[in-house]
């Protein structure tokens, strides 16, 4: 574990984004999010997400991982340092749930994080996930170099590293927690058919506990519905009172 070094606390700003000071010392939830392709922003300004589940004792970090991770053996490690570190610079019990989460390839990391990483994940929200990565090489011009660049240095062959790496072909091995999907009809970049469409099939099929939304005129991971925005706040926040969609 990078031979065995932690993040101190006064240096976290450095790997990840988060709102330690919002939660009142007070945190009952810790959220993931993993970032979309070529996210390589360092925000300085809380969103108006951060600052809700701030006020709601939820604990949101913002993994600063390598752009063209793919959840690979380096953004594991990474991660699991990352939640370590947080963990003890706020001496939070080890019972406090863990969220996984993230959209378009931070949708493949939050599904693949759940069953890769060293933490025990309490529920998953992935928002037009990558579920085939095997069939995303060929999806669009700009993938197969993030694909090669992520796997490269994998101990099997490009193709077994990406099924390795694909939800939709580790779905029997993910944990059995819930899951909240959402994809829409109008992307046009991760076509909802060949990704959520079987991963949520495949996951019922094994008795699994998913939620699925699918806004017809949702873009890729642009949520515009506000009645789906307030389900997935709730979801990760573990509010029993949910809003219907």
Same mark, same amino acid.
Request: aromatic share 10%; glycine share 8%.
């Given at each position: 574990?990078?031979?065995?070094?932690?993040?101190?606390?006064?240096?976290?700003?450095?790997?990840?984004?988060?709102?330690?000071?919002?939660?009142?010392?007070?945190?009952?939830?810790?959220?993931?999010?993993?970032?979309?392709?070529?996210?390589?922003?360092?925000?300085?300004?809380?969103?108006?997400?951060?600052?809700? &589940?701030?006020?709601?004792?939820? %604990?949101?970090? *913002? !993994? $600063?991982?390598?752009?063209?991770?793919?959840?690979? +053996?380096?953004?594991?490690?990474?991660?699991?340092?990352?939640?370590?570190?947080?963990?003890?610079?706020?001496?939070?019990?080890?019972?406090?749930?863990?969220?996984?989460?993230?959209?378009?390839?931070?949708?493949?990391?939050?599904?693949?994080?759940?069953?890769?990483?060293?933490?025990?994940?309490?529920?998953?929200?992935?928002?037009?996930?990558?579920?085939?990565?095997?069939?995303?090489?060929?999806?669009?011009?700009?993938?197969?170099?993030?694909?090669?660049?992520?796997?490269?240095?994998?101990?099997?062959?490009?193709?077994?590293?990406?099924?390795?790496?694909?939800? &939709?072909?580790?779905?029997?091995? %993910?944990?059995? *927690? !819930? $899951?909240?999907?959402?994809?829409?009809?109008?992307? +046009?970049?991760?076509?909802?058919?060949?990704?959520?469409?079987?991963?949520?099939?495949?996951?019922?099929?094994?008795?699994?506990?998913?939620?699925?939304?699918?806004?017809?005129?949702?873009?890729?991971?642009?949520?515009?519905?506000?009645?789906?925005?307030?389900?997935?706040?709730?979801?990760?926040?573990?509010?029993?009172?949910?809003?219907?969609?």
């Amino acid at each position: 574990m990078l031979n065995g070094r932690l993040f101190p606390k006064e240096e976290l700003d450095r790997y990840c984004r988060w709102n330690g000071g919002r939660t009142g010392g007070n945190v009952k939830r810790v959220v993931l999010e993993f970032q979309g392709l070529n996210r390589v922003e360092m925000p300085d300004q809380p969103s108006p997400l951060e600052l809700e &589940l701030g006020e709601r004792h939820v %604990l949101y970090v *913002i !993994p $600063y991982t390598a752009p063209w991770s793919w959840m690979n +053996r380096s953004a594991v490690i990474y991660t699991d340092v990352l939640v370590e570190s947080l963990f003890r610079a706020l001496d939070l019990p080890s019972e406090v749930p863990l969220v996984s989460s993230g959209y378009s390839m931070g949708g493949q990391a939050a599904l693949m994080y759940t069953l890769l990483g060293g933490h025990r994940i309490s529920a998953c929200y992935a928002n037009s996930p990558v579920c085939d990565l095997t069939a995303h090489f060929q999806e669009r011009e700009d993938i197969p170099r993030t694909l090669v660049n992520a796997f490269a240095c994998g101990p099997g062959s490009l193709e077994a590293e990406l099924e390795a790496h694909s939800p &939709l072909f580790r779905a029997e091995e %993910l944990p059995d *927690i !819930p $899951y909240m999907i959402v994809a829409g009809g109008a992307d +046009r970049q991760v076509h909802k058919n060949v990704h959520s469409d079987r991963f949520v099939s495949r996951m019922r099929e094994l008795g699994r506990n998913v939620r699925y939304c699918e806004p017809a005129d949702m873009k890729h991971w642009q949520i515009t519905d506000y009645q789906v925005y307030r389900a997935y706040v709730n979801f990760i926040c573990g509010d029993a009172q949910d809003v219907a969609v």
